[in-house]
């Protein structure tokens, strides 16, 4: 559930976390914010449903400072959300970012994953999974992969929008906490079991989902132990249209001067000026996911309290994501590839729209390409973390805290087969529609229609691994100096160490062993199946041949054979991910907090300053003449963050919220590389660099709102907010023929590319920032003032409103520059849940929606940006305790099958449209 909390201690809510339990858990802990409570009043609150959840968090959020926005342990295990992410969206000013049906990424007031922090148990960590190609793929950046873990393993979730000096820097956005359970949360031993069979409508299976808890505590509350663990499968399928982009009719040489188009000379039809040319579908394919996951995470936690000022916690957590995606795709490469490809393809006819765009047409010449790839793909996290707090007296206490985390991804296969028909005649393809039709001139079931041809086909093989770690260790004092004024004060340090690698074939993806067309057919398969939920255009086939990897790896030898031999660091299109960066951040930081009573209006807060030292050491393979050399880059900066936090109480029921601070954020940790990386892949040609003078982006915030209640359990609030960003990165993309990037030639040999290429190359570097300015709106209101049944309804809604105007380079000397909203920002952001709930029986249904976004800016070949379209994502659940202990429940997620749309330009050309399904759950919970 949504609450708006304030939180003024970060150390010391990390160390008393939250949980809110239903009574039929047999359990009513107390939760991390009673602690700002008199101890009379915190013993007082006992949990003992949604509703009543929802009324002492509002209770709670009057002691706090800080705005802070959290959700209790109830609340997740009672949304129907597959992960952290899809709980978090619930939040007001959060929206997420999805891959494979499932939230993966979280945005906070408009500002991306790169500028959130998230801290498990008191302590930064990041963890990294793989995405496909049009999702993202790999995370190489500072944002947090929630995916990684099941939501049953964390008590509480919260989202601090406000700064304060005694948290680390690191986030523009928000910084989010994340808690696991510990045994002195309980008032007593407690069991509690559950188990789910989860179905997806489009894959049609049924996997399971497992979940536990058990915890006990000595009778004099001293001493206690818990262990959660969560284990689940996931089994989907992903698919619809990828047309990688559009691009103008010059690009990659133009069409073939036969081409005819009605009304527009060859000439126009090549023209190769972005700003006047004619667009068409970069690569018009289809593509599907067929995707299984195994998500096993295990938390434990040990508390002792030596004496009644003393309290000892060590906390442990554990998550592996398992997964394997098999994904086929039948793509029109011809309009992509340059040579033989675009050259030679022959436009016979087509539609051109008012927006300069060949939404349809028909082709000869037209080269296919079908692909298989595999992908087996793993993370593995495990962090530890131990805390003291001890109290001298009632005024002085000291508080010491330390953890290790480790996120490893391994992306040990990943294997792409491709095969191709060449110069086919009668393809035609038409964009009128969302969905397009792709219509081949080939059979393309027949696998006599492909063929196998070095230079041509493909095998990529291309493992890589991602490490992320983190090791922290900080300490605070705090002294009450007065009735109504504390002192505090501290000191942290954390080392991040980052680590990536690549190994990719030597001898070049398109030397392959060539295969006759008996050989071809006895190592190909139908994929079929295609289509299904999409309404898919006649004439677009819903089955093609593909390569068998199986067969390709036993009889073709693509894992034995040299001549699909990989390497690592001597291979010119791996090598440039093999980055190390190292990072040190030193803080010192004081505060003080109050609670004075000013002209009669009782007034509290705190203000503090933090000061950051950073050392960054990064490394990289990059070009120095001719040779290829590993270079190191060092730096060091620091920083000095003011923050401010004002409550005032203007009656009972109305308060109003002030806060200003500085804060920092640093620049994505692999843009921080040295070198750079040299990629040749099919028709797609890019050269990335990293750059590791980025400055840190800094922004100057200002937050106010006003909060009523109403009734109990009741609150409206109107929140507004404005940052003023001084610098921000963004990857700044060119095209450019090779021959000008100062590489040598030789690092061509192998791939299809020539010197003369143009090659898109990206890099990031820091421009103008801008204001990004907005308001959010949150309503909580059970209607327990309405006669009879109505009495047992409640709704909780929020709305959020982001803008901002930042300035993007689109010329590498700063000649040149547009302006469009932050990349990653939603103007609108929404959610919304009805809820019924009686002593046995709930239903809830929920709503978020999030308004279209650019993801980046600008784009390339002469688009002005990448983007997604809006979403609208319906869940609902319902269940029903048939005894105190014992709750079914059923779980409905995305019930609308929204599609995963993405663009690029203004004009909404379609670049990805797919789907995944619907998702039900049907579960069982026992609590002994």
Known sequence: MILSLSGALASIAAAAPALAQDDATGASPDTAADAALPQEAAQDIVVTGFRASLNSALNLKRNETATIDAIKAEDIAEFPDLNLAESLQRIPGVAISRVNGEGRNISVRGLGPEYTRVRINGMEAIGTTGGTDNS????????????????????????????????????????????????????????VLSAAASYNDLKQKVTPRLSGLVTTQTEDGTFGVLLSVAYEERKLIEEGANITRWTYGGFNGGFNP???????????????DPDTALFHPRIPGLVSYDISQKRLGGAGSIQFKPTDRTLVSIDALYSR?????????????????????????????????????????????????????????????????????????????????????????????????????????????????????????????????????SGTSEVRIRPQTVTNAFTTAKGFVEWKAHDVVTLKAGVDWRKFEYDSTERRRLSGETVVAPLTAAQLAGMTTLFDGFGKGLNVPAGTPTAWIVPDLNAFIDQGGIYTNPLYATGGVENATARGSYITVTEEDTGAWGMTQFNLDTFGVPIRGDIGLRYVNTDQVSTGYASQGTAINLVQADRSYDRWLPSLNLVGNITDDLQVRFAAAKTLARAGISSLSPGGNLNVSGGNRSFSSGNPDLQPISSKNLDVSIEWYPTPGAIYAVSGFRKDIGTFVQSLSVGVPYASLGLPDSLLNGTTASPSDIFIVNQPVNSSGGILKGFEVNVQQPFSFLPGLLANFGVLANYTYVTSNIEYLTAADGSSSVTAPLVGLSKHAANGTLYYETKRFQIRGSVAYRSKYLTAVPGTEGNAFNGTNRTINLDAQVSYNLTEKLKLSIEAINLTDEENDQFVDETNRLSVLTHSGRQFNFGVRYAF
């Open 258 to 272: 036969a081409s005819t188009l009605p009304g527009y000379t060859i000439g126009q039809i090549n023209n190769n």
């Open 321 to 453: 994501l398992d997964g394997t995606r098999k994904e086929a795709q039948l793509q029109a490469i011809s309009f992509s590839r340059s040579g033989s490809g675009k050259p030679q393809t022959i436009i016979r006819d087509g539609v051109v729209d008012e927006n300069n765009n060949i939404v349809s047409g028909t082709f000869d010449r037209v080269d296919l390409r079908s692909q298989a790839r595999y992908d087996i793909l793993k993370t593995e996290f495990y962090q530890v973390t131990g805390a003291v707090d001890h109290e001298f007296s009632d005024r002085f206490k000291i508080g010491l805290m330390g953890g290790y985390a480790k996120s490893d991804f391994t992306n040990p296969i990943q294997t792409t087969v491709t095969i191709d028909a060449i110069n086919t005649p009668g393809f035609q393809y038409d964009f009128s529609t969302r969905f397009p039709t792709i219509s081949p001139g080939v059979d393309v079931t027949n696998p006599n229609s492909f063929a196998f041809l």
């Open 136 to 191: 993202g793929g790999v995370n190489r950046g500072r944002g947090f992969d929630f995916n990684i873990f099941s939501s049953d393993l964390f008590n509480n979730l919260s989202v601090r929008k406000t700064a304060t000096a005694d948290v680390e820097e690191g986030s523009l956005g928000g910084t989010v906490d994340l808690q696991t359970s510990r045994p002195l949360d309980y008032r007593k031993p407690t069991a």
